[in-house]
């Protein structure tokens, strides 16, 4: 019998933040201590914005600034600068003022989403196996979700998708994207949920009434990870937890254990 997921729940998008940079926190200063250093591929879009600003908001002890790598788990094609950049993003609300704190410039691994897609996840690809092994391990990968159900750049559809199945696996790939979500088609570069399932530690933070009927349908509905990518998944032998606001879990009702904190 499956064991049923982890699921956090909080009252809203500042409590889920505060909740995960604790967690994070702690689990980065025993990766300190085991390995030496904490690898964290960190996700895009608007939700994530909030944890990365706690954390800045909570100083130089927040987290162990000067042994974190951070990666990304995917990566539009578009220049650093870009407003769609999820690098700059980052940049903005977690690298230049962490510099205070001690994080440096060779700590930060961006996708190159201005040059050739493949090129670019080919880069990415060589970069994560020469610093994290074949498959690359996070310590922990930040992951959201789409109202479409998709994460990193796993959309509904998505040739990536395959990568589930094929051997030898690729952990980063350009993937072509067609979905309103993105106005249109695309190519997104992202890690395949073969990269993702290998992370020690992967968790979710969605947050919006808009995520409702996906995250109800991806932990407590039927398997259709074709039409549900987030349902891909399922780390092993690391672990994963969902942390959520009320208004995202507004639809799981009794289907899935509350697994509430305070």
């Known amino acids: 019998m499956a064991r049923p997921p982890?699921?956090?729940r909080f009252a809203d998008l500042d409590a889920l933040s505060q909740a995960?940079?604790?967690?994070?926190?702690?689990i980065a200063h025993a990766a300190v201590a085991e390995r030496g250093i904490c690898t964290i591929a960190l996700s895009g879009g608007s939700t994530p914005r909030r944890l990365f600003q706690v954390l800045i908001q909570r100083g130089a002890g927040a987290l162990p600034w000067r042994d974190i790598d951070l990666w990304w788990g995917d990566e539009r094609t578009v220049p650093p600068d870009h407003a769609d950049s999820n690098y700059r993003m980052a940049r903005e609300a977690l690298i230049e003022p962490a510099a205070a704190f001690g994080l440096g410039a060779s700590q930060v691994?961006?996708?190159?989403g201005e040059i050739d897609p493949a090129a670019a996840a080919a880069a990415c690809e060589?970069?994560?196996?020469a610093a994290l092994g074949a498959p690359p391990v996070f310590d922990v990968v930040l992951l959201g979700m789409g109202p479409d159900g998709h994460t990193a750049s796993l959309f509904p559809g998505s040739p990536a998708l395959g990568q589930a199945e094929e051997q030898p696996a690729r952990w980063v790939v350009?993937?072509?994207v067609t979905s309103p979500l993105v106005h249109g088609a695309t190519t997104r570069i992202t890690l395949t949920a073969p990269a993702i399932?290998?992370?020690r530690h992967v968790r979710f933070l969605v947050a919006g009434a808009d995520k409702a009927a996906a995250l109800a349908h991806v932990l407590g509905g039927p398997r259709e990870p074709t039409r549900y990518p987030a349902q891909l998944i399922a780390p092993s032998p690391g672990d994963l937890a969902w942390y959520v606001d009320a208004a995202a879990a507004a639809s799981l009702g009794a289907t899935v254990p509350p697994g509430d904190r305070p």
């Open 197 to 199: 399932n290998a992370g």
């Open 174 to 176: 350009a993937n072509p």
């Open 6 to 8: 982890d699921v956090r």
């Open 126 to 129: 060589r970069a994560l196996v």
């Open 109 to 112: 691994h961006r996708i190159a």
């Open 20 to 26: 995960a940079a604790d967690e994070l926190a702690a």
